[in-house]
């Protein structure tokens, strides 16, 4: 299922000089505090909205989007970090701490919530785009 790209309707309103994340709130397993994780992005087309995730395009938001603006939204910086399972990649860590979340448990997370009869517009996080 991952790499699956969806096209959503009805469109989602998008706010001014902002990006619309797909984050899952989460209390990191490190310090407990909640944090969000980014799964991916909302893009708008013709005909809807696209979900694209956080692996294809985590290189890009790590250029546009501020780790204070990202803050602002309880998300932490997007940077490189390493795990057992995958070495060095860009990934999201917890707003407090700064531990590692992992792209596949919070996949796994926002499919648990999908599978409950909620939607990716209940995650929608709208994050200020910083200056490139």
Request: aromatic share 4%; proline share 6%.
């Amino acid at each position: 299922m991952r790499g699956e790209i969806r096209v959503l309707r009805p469109s989602i309103d998008m706010e001014p000089n902002t990006i619309q994340l797909v984050a899952i709130p989460e209390r990191c397993y490190r310090c407990g505090q909640l944090t969000r994780g980014i799964v991916g992005v909302l893009a708008p087309t013709s005909r809807g909205h696209v979900f694209r995730e956080f692996d294809d395009v985590s290189a890009a938001l790590a250029q546009v989007l501020q780790p204070d603006d990202l803050a602002t939204v309880r998300i932490g910086p997007i940077k490189v970090r390493r795990s057992r399972h995958r070495g060095a990649h860009l990934s999201n860590g917890c707003v407090v701490c700064g531990a590692i979340l992992g792209s596949f448990p919070l996949w796994e997370s926002l499919q648990e919530e999908l599978s409950r009869g909620r939607s990716l517009r209940d995650f929608v996080v709208a994050c200020p785009l910083g200056t490139l």
